[in-house]
């Protein structure tokens, strides 16, 4: 997987994710939620954590190389199995509890949520890696 996105989209990736955590606090706060526009709101605050998302895994870094498109690679592939293992794990839940109402499963947003912290560890683990092995 190549990136898109310029370096400095990583750390706005961050800042819009860190946005997106606080924002419906500041709503609540302000009172601009309510029972009407909560959905509204809620799929919206969704959407910019994907968007936030997408930018740090398909940013560039500062040293990008060809092992950083196989950790990149190895992460999907990592975050595929852990994400399909969540919402495995979450549907059991739901059936050992018995509740039937509650079908709302923010998977698309589980797999990039673990995709970037198996990215960022492959990142890391690369980076000591390579610093033991001078």
Do not use: G, P, Q
């Given at each position: 997987m190549k990136p898109l996105f310029p370096v400095y989209c990583r750390p706005l990736g961050y800042i819009v994710l860190a946005l997106s955590l606080f924002i419906p606090f500041m709503l609540v706060l302000a009172g601009w939620i309510n029972d009407g526009n909560l959905l509204f709101?809620?799929?919206?605050i969704k959407l910019l954590m994907m968007m936030g998302a997408l930018f740090i895994l398909f940013a560039y870094t500062k040293k990008e190389t060809a092992a950083t498109?196989?950790?990149?690679?190895?992460?999907?592939?990592?975050?595929?199995?852990?994400t399909v293992f969540?919402?495995?794990?979450?549907?059991?839940?739901k059936v050992f509890v018995g509740d039937v109402v509650t079908v709302?499963?923010?998977s698309f947003l589980t797999f990039l949520i673990v995709n970037i912290i198996c990215l960022e560890f492959g990142l890391k683990k690369a980076q000591v890696d390579s610093m033991f092995k001078r």
């Open positions: 709101y809620k799929e919206c498109t196989e950790i990149r690679n190895k992460a999907t592939r990592n975050a595929m199995f852990l969540i919402v495995f794990a979450m549907m059991l839940y709302d499963h923010s």
